[in-house]
Structure formats: structure tokens, C-alpha cells
Antibody, heavy 121, light 108 residues
Framework: QLQLQESGPGLVKPSETLSLTCSVS??????????WDWIRQSPGKGLEWIGT???????YYNPSLKSRVTISADTSENQFSLKLTSVTAADTAVYYC?????????????WGQGTQVTVSS | EVVMTQSPATLSLSAGDRATLSCRAS??????VAWYQQKPGQAPRLLIY???TRATGIPVRFSGSGFGIEFTLTISSLQSEDFAVYYC??????????FGQGTKLEIK
């Protein structure tokens, strides 16, 4: 059974870079069968898709965040990561990593438990 | 960007009732809609994909319908564990994937 687990700092200062990692077990980020995604949830904006990475290294980002987001994968550690630069209070949210099927798209099949990130000085 | 609009924002029902939740897309998304259930402190859980296909392990009391712009999630007979927030999401035109704002199903 595939499991996802987010990790990273829970507090980030304004203007700094938010960095999170998603550890994958029971599956491989090198698999050609899946996309690996980041999604966030805040009271003000609900669920917001941030972006995705495919095993080939191809990435797709939400246009609203594209200038500040980088998603990468580390196949040796079976992890993928999120970097969000120049954060403000509006980036305070619960951040989830998730998986979607590549060959037969069907929504986000699996989610991590989520990690709260607060942007504050 | 495809905007997903859910209604109502809150639905107050009793156990045993039938629940009907709606989701409208700002343009046709064919059958590419998913529904999720979220309980406090938990991640969303996939219920339905392809507008009408139940995900693995989802009870038969959950059903989905619709095509194009209008979609419905129906819970045939509410159980206590069904009171939660429900979201629709489109995956036809992305990036970006987009979600509705949610319907809170609460106990009357």
C-alpha cells in the first residue's frame, strides 16, 4: 500500500523559502505510472493545486504560483520536494503531497497526512 | 482556468436521509471530475472519479453522476460517519487542477 509523508519546517519567515519533502513508501517516484503532486489548503483559498512532477523530470505548475515554485525528485531517496520562494502570510496553509495516475487519470488517489506551515516573523 | 462551483455551501440533514450535492464547471470537463470527503484534521479521501466510478473501498451508498458541466454526488442513506466536507475537482483541463470550495454536510 502506497504511503506518503510530508516533512519540513512548520514555521517560515516572510520573504524566505519554504522547503518541504514528501517521502514515498510502497511505490517509486521513478515509476512511469504516476504523477507526484503538491496541494495546499488554507481557510481563505480552500484546496489549491501547486504543481506536479513526472518520473521523467517534467513539471507542471499552477500559473498563479509558477514564478515561485520548484518541484524536484530524488530517486535515490524515493522522495520529491517542494520549494516556494518569497513567502508571505498568504502562503500559510496545510501542505499535502499526493499521487495521481498517469495512464488512467482519476483524481488524487493517495494523500499524505499534511503538514502545517505558518509564515510569520 | 476551470472554475468549479459547489452548492449548497452547507447541507443540514439527518442520519438516514438522502444527500444530494452539486458541482458546476465553468466549461465542459467531459466526465473528468472527482469527489473527495474530508474530515477535520484529515487529508481529503477520494470517493468518486470519472464522475461516477467509486474508488476502492468506497461504500455503494455513494454515487456520482453528470457530464459536461453539471455533476452530482449522492449519498443514498446518510450514516453518522458521512458528516464531513465534500469537494469536487476537475482534471480535464490542467494545469491547473481546480477544486470547488466545498459543501459542509452537517447533522440537522
Amino acid at each position: 500500500q502506497l504511503q506518503l509523508q510530508e516533512s519540513g519546517p512548520g514555521l517560515v519567515k516572510p520573504s524566505e523559502t519554504l522547503s518541504l519533502t514528501c517521502s514515498v513508501s510502497g511505490g517509486s517516484v521513478s515509476s512511469s505510472s504516476y504523477y507526484w503532486d503538491w496541494i495546499r489548503q488554507s481557510p481563505g483559498k480552500g484546496l489549491e493545486w501547486i504543481g506536479t512532477i513526472y518520473y521523467s523530470g517534467s513539471t507542471y505548475y499552477n500559473p498563479s504560483l509558477k514564478s515561485r515554485v520548484t518541484i524536484s525528485a530524488d530517486t535515490s531517496e524515493n522522495q520529491f520536494s517542494l520549494k516556494l520562494t518569497s513567502v508571505t502570510a498568504a502562503d500559510t496553509a496545510v501542505y499535502y503531497c499526493a499521487r495521481q495516475d498517469y495512464l488512467d487519470p482519476s483524481g488524487f488517489l493517495d494523500w499524505g497526512q499534511g503538514t502545517q506551515v505558518t509564515v510569520s516573523s | 482556468e476551470v472554475v468549479m462551483t459547489q452548492s449548497p455551501a452547507t447541507l443540514s440533514l439527518s442520519a438516514g436521509d438522502r444527500a444530494t450535492l452539486s458541482c458546476r464547471a465553468s466549461q465542459s470537463i467531459r466526465h473528468k471530475v472527482a469527489w473527495y470527503q474530508q474530515k477535520p484534521g484529515q487529508a481529503p479521501r477520494l470517493l468518486i472519479y470519472g464522475a461516477s466510478t467509486r474508488a476502492t473501498g468506497i461504500p455503494v451508498r455513494f454515487s456520482g453522476s453528470g457530464f459536461g458541466i453539471e455533476f452530482t454526488l449522492t449519498i443514498s442513506s446518510l450514516q453518522s460517519e458521512d458528516f464531513a466536507v465534500y469537494y469536487c475537482q476537475q482534471y480535464n483541463n490542467w494545469p491547473p487542477h481546480t477544486f470547488g470550495q466545498g459543501t459542509k454536510l452537517e447533522i440537522k
